[in-house]
């Protein structure tokens, strides 16, 4: 994944626990280099380690790291110079979510190597809505739950996410129940 993401896992376990912890999260991981280059590619290994060691120092869940990460990924994009094309993405929290696509769509015309995930939604009502996710890399499930409530935030919308549907094969999504 682009260094992006490794930054952000980065500040915010500077951000909320110090370098000190963030220094134990690199000895463990075996990350040497200082710091990421947002606009670089790095193995998609190296992100799933860092989250690994991230839950090791701060005796949680990487589960728990992922959802948390997700919240953040929200407010640290915004800042990070993406600001405006998250603007650009939807002035309700619907139609955000239905422009997913577009979104990482713009990305990758800076970053030519992004694999991003895909979304659907589907069967929308007043209050809910549901949302396919399809991906290349298995086991960021848990991430969704804190970027679909961090956009509800960003929305002043208190959002319920349920996953209703598991992927089971390669064509499947996984498919998550947003209430409000
Ligand atoms: C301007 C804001 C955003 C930027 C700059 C951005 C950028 C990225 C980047 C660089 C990756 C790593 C993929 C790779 O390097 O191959 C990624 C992955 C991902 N993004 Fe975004 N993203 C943004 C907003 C969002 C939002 C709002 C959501 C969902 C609510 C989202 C969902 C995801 C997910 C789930 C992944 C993990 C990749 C996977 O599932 O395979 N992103 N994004």
């Known amino acids: 994944m682009y260094g992006l993401v490794n ?29 990421f280059i947002s606009m670089s590619p790095y193995p998609d290994k190296l992100t799933f380690t ?6 090791q120092v701060l005796k949680a ?15 640290y994009t915004a800042d990070q110079g993406y ?7 939807g002035k309700t929290f619907v139609e955000f979510l239905g422009n997913l696509d577009m979104l990482h769509y713009r990305i990758a015309n800076m970053m030519p190597e992004l694999r991003p995930p895909m979304f659907t939604t589907r069967n929308e009502k ?3 809505v549901e949302l396919e996710y399809r991906s290349h890399r298995e086991g ?14 960003r929305f002043d ?24």
């Open 126 to 128: 007043s209050n809910s």
């Open 140 to 153: 960021l499930v848990p991430m969704l739950y804190g970027l679909i409530r961090g956009l509800g935030k």
């Open 83 to 89: 600001g405006n094309l998250m603007d650009l993405s």
């Open 61 to 75: 869940d990487a589960t728990d790291v992922l959802e948390a990460f997700g919240e953040y990924w929200i407010l």
């Open 7 to 35: 930054k952000a896992i980065k500040d915010l376990v500077t951000d909320n626990h110090g370098d000190e912890a963030w220094q134990k999260v690199c000895e463990i991981a075996e990350f040497h280099e200082g710091d």
């Open 157 to 180: 919308m208190v959002v319920k996410v349920e996953q209703i549907e598991t992927r089971s094969s390669e064509e499947n999504p996984h498919v998550f129940l947003i209430t409000w």
């Open 50 to 55: 860092l989250v690994g060691a991230v839950a």
